[in-house]
């Protein structure tokens, strides 16, 4: 492990480099490059997250530490790991300090591994539009986990407004186990389905996914009711039971035991219990990764979720990226220490909202062509070329630098 005090990208890059050769040719087979964006409080957490997945798919684990954005002298430390504490693969861990923390971009692009998709995830809440979020705008894939939000259901509803085509959340990642057990009830059911109830917690994202995919697969609504209590549900999310009414008078229910398993009950076949633990957050990071094209079936899910039709026929493109400065914005005491995205709008709704801040240079850090960090200047390289905007009144905003310095 190498770790570098107040150090530049260009001294990131050359220990990466180093590292690898010491690791020898075992190295080169990397299937993608996971960025994680984190605040330090959750550093551990995502960390352990992180090298569950990347154990199971090679992977860059390059991970985003965005601190004390206030901070008047920009400061840039890490740690480049191959082969230790995050598991075989390499590993790169960045904590960014005042003006370079807003366009960590800078310093992440030339750390790519060369010819493999990006996935990003934000583990915590996920920005109001990802497009105020570099690290999101070169991604090919995006996870969110809405459950992370202070309002779970209004972050669900901005997510399907801000959805394209590669975004998904680990919200529906919790209920795959829920979702394969009910396609395996219909293996042995010849019966169509003519109406679905959930029981579970109206709050609950995970619940209201379940629901939004029975309804987009039977092309039935499929009405949440509210379960008594708390209803903890099993396997991580909030139901009690799913109940699906068949044309020949049979009901497939699925119905919550205890919190490790579920009952699966079906007309003149025996009862059978089923077991449904709550999944680590590796595993449900680890499940993401397994297919980087878009996921249609949340798609879906989503869209009959939050009632925004749709989702799936939008078009594949990327974002553009839209400057929101939070020291602008939300002042310097709302900003510290926020990892959700470069800067945080008002706007919960599509790109242009009312609330984006006009793009102010940053006179505090200057980033060189490689990602490295002065203490003087204006704005980072290749961060000050305007970038059109989408939507009415949405503001210009920096290009991601690449890593020769010009617009990525």
Known sequence: MTTLWDTTGTAVV???AAERRTGGAVLSGLALTLVVVVDEKDVHEA????????????SRLLIVIRRQVEAPVPRLDAEVLVGGRLGPGEAVVMRMYGRLALHAESVVLPLLAPDAPVVTWWHG????????????VFADRRVTDVSRATDPIAELHRRAADFIPGDTDLAWTRTTPWRAEL?????????????????????DPATLLLAGWLSARFGVPVPVEQAAGRAPGVGGIGVSEVAVELDDGGVVRLSRQDAQSVLLQRAEQPDSEVTLPERQ????????????????????????????????????EPRVLIW???????????????????GSSGSAGTPGSAGAAEPEPATAAETDSDGGAHAEGTSPAGAAAPVPATGPGATEGPAPAGPDGGPA
């Open 14 to 16: 050359k220990a990466l």
């Open 281 to 316: 957050l590796g595993d449900l990071l680890a499940e993401e990764l397994r297919r980087l094209d878009a996921d249609q079936p949340y798609a879906d899910a989503l869209g009959v979720a939050t009632g925004v039709g749709g989702l799936a026929g939008r078009p594949v």
């Open 125 to 136: 809440p996920p920005p109001d539009l990802i497009a105020h979020d570099p690290l999101g």
């Open 47 to 58: 960390e352990a997250a992180a090298t569950t997945a990347a154990s199971r798919h090679p």
């Open 183 to 203: 396609a395996s009830a219909f293996d042995t059911v010849r019966a169509v389905p003519r109406g679905a109830s959930i029981t579970g917690r109206l709050d």
């Open 324 to 342: 929101v400065d939070p020291m602008l914005h939300n002042g310097a005491s709302g900003s510290s220490g926020s990892s959700g995205s470069s």
